[in-house]
């Protein structure tokens, strides 16, 4: 099975930043979607950002276009997630997770076939 484990999540203030990484090992797809989730206290899991191994295109929210930026470190075979000017609103359980194939038409957690246990970001 492929793993992905989540890292990088805490508490900061308004305005602050985190960066949270998501490694992941076991077999390995042509091309494939890696994706960040987010989940809030009464909100439905909703899909943050994405990245599409066959192009480097890479997808965001409108809640968070400008302010987080996807990345994936190949060598490493790690994704990323800076996360900049937080605002209270982006406190959720953040999940990275992966599909074979592409990302275009997949913005629903039920497309993700594989997932890291969560990591939590609470924002002041």
């Known amino acids: 099975d492929v793993q992905l484990v989540e890292s990088g999540g805490g508490s900061v203030q308004a305005g602050g930043s985190l960066t949270l990484s998501c490694t992941a090992s076991g077999p390995t797809y042509r091309t494939y979607c890696m994706a960040w989730f987010r989940q809030a206290p009464g909100k439905e899991r909703e899909l943050v950002a994405a990245?599409?191994?066959?192009?480097?295109?890479?997808n965001y929210a409108d809640s968070v276009k400008g302010r987080f930026t996807i990345s994936k470190d190949n060598a490493e075979n790690s994704l990323f997630l800076q996360m900049n000017s937080l605002k209270p609103e982006d406190t959720a359980m953040y999940y990275c997770?992966?599909?074979?194939?592409?990302?275009?038409?997949?913005?629903?957690?039920?497309?993700?076939?594989?997932w890291g246990q969560g990591t939590q970001v609470t924002v002041s």
């Open positions: 990245y599409y191994t066959g192009s480097g295109t890479t």
């Open positions: 997770a992966a599909r074979s194939g592409g990302c275009a038409s997949y913005a629903l957690a039920a497309d993700y076939y594989y």
